[in-house]
């Protein structure tokens, strides 16, 4: 009985300390105090500051985002499965967030989430809680009418938070209106093949418009230390930030 209490207390604490380690927190210093980064899965992560709390994307077992408390803002880039989660949003504590998300996703938004909900096409901005929100695009290219992202269906968000820019790609391809991004401080940037871009198309577009940080994400299958090279080869004053956003443990 000892034996079995030991191991049940063992596995527990084990659990959550690889939880622990999958949530590893960056700090950046802004205007109003340190901007949290906690990286949850893919896709998925949390920005926190002022006692403000952000999801983005949020996907996956809910247990992972228990340890940050109820959401402020969500923000949601598109459709697909590991951007848009209905049973992660039913059973998150979502009474007092304002989920920001293009047409697209909005409509497909159960009726128990859409109470506080701003929906933003690309080029359109809000402010929300004094952080400002701006709808980039995401798509591939070539565009076309059958691709996996078509033009104006998802967003891309910039946020200006605590005096610092903050880019979050969404699922999109190495295209203009990243490149022409202007006085970046930090990046989201996504890689990932067929769905994507690959390493190289976004180290190039990364070089282009040159956050002080990035941060590649939704990666899945891509090599994200060859990332870092191609990008610090070039320029070394790029931050490039290589975070767990595949826990062993969901």
């Not at 901007?35 to 949020?58: E, G, R, W």
């Not at 938004?109 to 929906?119: D, G, K, Q």
């Not at 990932?192 to 994400?217: C, G, H, R, W």
Request: aromatic share 8%; hydrophobic share 40%.
């Amino acid at each position: 009985m000892k034996f079995k209490l030991f191991t049940a207390i063992f596995f527990a604490l084990s659990i959550t300390q690889l939880m622990a380690q999958n949530h590893s927190t960056d700090e950046i210093k802004t205007s109003k105090g340190s901007l949290k980064v906690h990286p949850v899965m893919h896709a998925s992560f949390v920005l926190s500051l002022d006692n403000k709390t952000i999801y983005i994307d949020p996907t996956g077992n809910p247990e992972m985002y228990k340890s940050f408390g109820a959401p402020d803002i969500i923000l949601i880039t598109d459709i697909h499965g590991d951007h848009m989660d209905l049973r992660a949003l039913e059973a998150l504590n979502t009474k007092k967030a304002i989920i920001v998300a293009p047409q697209a996703v909005a409509m497909q938004l159960p009726l128990s989430v859409r109470e506080n909900l701003v929906i933003l096409n690309n080029g359109m901005a809000t402010s929300q809680m004094a952080i400002m929100i701006k709808a980039i695009p995401m798509y591939n290219l070539p565009q076309a009418a059958d691709s996996r992202h078509t033009k104006g269906r998802g967003n891309g968000y910039l946020l200006t938070i605590g005096g610092k820019s903050i880019y979050i790609s969404g699922d999109t391809e190495d295209i203009p209106e990243m490149r022409a991004l202007e006085d970046v401080d930090v990046a989201f940037v996504c890689m990932n093949l067929p769905y994507t871009m690959d390493i190289n198309q976004a180290a190039s577009a990364v070089l282009e418009f040159k956050p002080s940080i990035v941060y590649p994400y939704h990666h899945r299958g891509q090599d994200i230390n060859e990332f870092k090279k191609l990008i610090n080869d070039k320029n070394r004053k790029i931050e490039v930030k290589l975070k767990n956003w595949y826990p062993t443990t969901n």
